[in-house]
């Protein structure tokens, strides 16, 4: 008896474990599905969104909504520093530019999408090319690009002249590298509206998510945040802080609206040229300036004494009481030198008129297309003498298909 009521228990356990499991298996069955049905109406929204957004005669919306794209992209940059010295009391100034070009940043990558949005991944070919980020959507009416990017530079091209009672007196032109790199790092986010939607598609020439039939063209409205900062603040750039009034870092935050016009050319089926560009006035200009100390300073042949001793930088003086100590033509004051933070100025810029250009070519046969983009864009912005240019411009050629 008592081993019939102990193998009863183990049934009405092992029949209570299995309910259980059923009941298990069932709720997960459920969810699965009610997952696959909710992912399944996104896809029914995008799929309706796209074809209903636009008109068949001018824009084709692939029947293949995927879309696995191979990419090679080179990015430049060209970067101008200008200043300016003066000496009113002896009624001279001199004026100076750096103008850097650091290497192209070449990457190969791998775009994988639904419609117009999707994710990538790079990989950099070029060594000390910095860092980038990207990631970009688009739609029948409007698009979103954010970038990303951090390098430095050292290799530079040195301009300047001195001028007496407004005579130009001496001219110097050389390349050379700094003692120290100076970093830029810059974010930029654009978003456009496309007037002409149901007529006119960037994204037929960009990332070829739908085909434009017919030629066409809108005029575009645009936004544009830009984030920037460069920075010479590393000791051994003390001449060039120096002559920049002391300023060692500048941080731009600027705001831009514009009105553009696109327009994409289509000579025969299949094929597309787009030409895009956009003037933008920016309507919000902050620049926040940092500026340094050092322990030595130009020397422009005035007499100083002979032996200054050690630098104490707790008193922030050299053994002999002076607070600066000529540099010298050898150079063996970047053995010792050093800077601090002095203070920090903010104030908001007069309106800055940049733009943004590009131009895209794509062609589609079956389920495969090909495509080649460019895009330049110009930021400038200057507070008293200091004056800086960034051109940041990139090409890129794709190969896709359609799944």
């Known amino acids: 008896m008592k081993k019939y009521v102990i193998a009863c228990v183990v049934m009405l356990l092992s029949l209570g474990a299995a309910a259980q499991e059923q009941d298990s298996t069932a709720v997960g069955q459920k969810k699965s599905s009610r997952l696959v049905n909710q992912l399944r109406r996104v896809q029914n929204y995008l799929d309706s969104a796209a074809k209903r957004k636009v008109d068949p005669r001018f824009i084709e919306v692939p029947d293949r909504p995927w879309r696995v794209i191979l990419r090679y992209k080179e990015s430049a940059v060209n970067v101008d520093y200008e200043n300016n010295l ?65 390098f430095s530079m050292d290799d530079v091209d040195f301009t300047g002249a001195d001028y007496i009672n407004g005579k130009k007196e001496a001219e110097v032109s050389l390349h050379g590298q700094l003692d120290a790199p100076v970093w830029i790092r810059s974010v930029y986010a654009n978003g456009y509206y ?67 016009y696109g327009f994409n050319w289509v000579p025969f ?14 309507v919000y ?83 495969y297309f090909a495509g080649m983009q460019l895009q330049m864009n110009r930021f400038s912005y200057k507070q008293d003498a200091t004056k800086v240019t960034i051109i940041d411009a990139w090409g890129r050629v794709s190969l896709g298909v359609r799944l």
Not at 224 to 250: C, E, H, R
């Open 86 to 150: 003066n000496f009113p009391e002896y009624n001279e100034y001199s004026e100076w530019k750096l103008s850097f070009k650091p290497p192209v940043a070449a990457s190969v990558g791998v775009w994988v999408g639904y419609r117009g949005t999707g994710i990538s991944y790079s990989y950099s070919l070029a060594k000390n090319s910095g860092r980038n980020f990207s990631i970009s959507t688009t739609g029948a009416k409007y698009g979103f690009n954010f970038r990303l990017r951090r």
């Open 285 to 367: 200009n902050r620049v926040k300036v940092y500026k340094y100390d050092f322990n030595y300073m130009l020397d422009f042949g005035s007499e100083h004494p002979d032996d200054y001793g050690e630098w104490n930088p707790e008193t922030r003086r050299w053994a002999n009481g002076e607070r600066y100590k000529p540099m010298d033509s050898e150079d063996k004051w970047l053995e010792d030198v050093e800077c601090w933070e002095t203070d920090q100025s903010t104030s908001y810029g007069r309106l800055q008129l940049n733009i943004d250009v590009r131009l895209g070519i794509a062609y589609n046969w079956r389920r």
């Open 194 to 260: 496309v007037l002409n939607g149901r007529h006119y598609s960037q994204a037929a020439a960009y990332n070829q998510s739908v085909i434009q039939r017919r030629s066409a063209g809108s005029l575009l409205l645009g936004a544009t945040w830009y984030q920037s900062s460069m920075d010479l603040s590393d000791p051994k750039n003390a001449p060039f802080v120096i002559g920049s009034k002391s300023t060692g870092l500048i941080k731009i935050h600027q705001a831009n609206i514009g009105v553009g």
């Open 269 to 282: 089926r299949g094929f597309v040229v787009n030409a895009m560009a956009m003037p933008t006035l920016s």
